[in-house]
């Protein structure tokens, strides 16, 4: 009503994302600022069943390192200095690999402290804390959140589907939205989800692991995939009149008209 549109369609994010990357099977990681989804779609429709959430984003990650610096003698405001410590987050932050080796390397050598200028113009210097502040997606006890962490979720989501999805699922887990943006996380994945594979489905039979195919697609425009994903489909989609809820649609027959997309 208040844009005029001659059309509109309702669609689920994840079903866009993998629309973006060209597939219609897949399972959708989409972690943006307040909430992370994990979200399997087969042959383009979602699979609400298995659909896991995890409490867990860039704005609780923001709180941590904002809590982290705190530890550090950096003293910022939760609120006033959000942003700028989101700036932080996004130009130093990363997902270690090995979590153990990376913590002996902060505290044994200077190689992860970087420094970082502040928009007043004070430097400060930032060691550890660059990489265990995302490390929450992977344990978030760290902020007290009593969930699994994003590996394990994933590998519970794919391995409750269908026996014949999830070899199509494993190869095709899409990372989409701003908080999968962290450099070192599709390779830490990998190696999280390899390991729960060989604990929990070969029972330690690394033979197994030949056969096993894990790849995890992180498109480098991955923050914006849903547009990019929506815009693609609206491309192919603008001549069918079917696929539109239209503005005369609406008018007459008021909210009704959302069953055409559901």
Request: proline share 4%; with cysteine.
């Amino acid at each position: 009503e208040t844009y005029g549109f001659q059309g509109v369609h309702v669609s689920i994010q994840a079903v866009l994302t993998l629309y973006a990357q060209g597939l219609l099977t897949g399972v959708v990681v989409d972690s943006g600022d307040g909430v992370t989804h994990i979200v399997p779609v087969y042959e383009g429709y979602a699979l609400p069943h298995l659909i896991k959430r995890l409490d867990v984003a860039g704005r609780h990650i923001t709180q941590y390192l904002i809590k982290l610096l705190l530890l550090r003698g950096y003293a910022f405001n939760r609120t006033a200095d959000f942003e700028t410590v989101r700036q932080l987050k996004e130009r130093l932050c990363y997902v270690c690999y090995d979590h153990e080796l990376e913590k002996k390397l902060a505290l044994e050598t200077t190689t992860v402290v970087q420094e970082y200028t502040l928009p007043d113009g004070r430097p400060i210097k930032v060691g550890a804390e660059r990489f265990e502040c995302a490390e929450a997606l992977f344990n978030p006890g760290r902020i007290d959140v009593d969930s699994k962490g994003v590996a394990e979720l994933i590998f519970d989501v794919i391995q409750s589907a269908d026996m014949d999805c999830r070899p199509e699922f494993y190869k095709h887990i899409v990372l989409s939205g701003g908080s999968t943006m962290y450099p070192g996380l599709p390779s830490r994945l990998e190696k999280e989800i390899t390991a729960l594979y060989l604990e929990k489905v070969l029972k330690g039979d690394e033979s197994g692991l030949a056969r096993f195919k894990l790849r995890i697609e992180d498109p480098p425009r991955r923050k914006h995939m849903v547009y990019l994903g929506g815009a693609v489909l609206a491309d192919i989609m603008k001549d069918k009149d079917s696929f539109w809820m239209s503005k005369a649609e609406y008018e007459e027959q008021g909210l009704r008209v959302l069953e055409k997309c559901f």
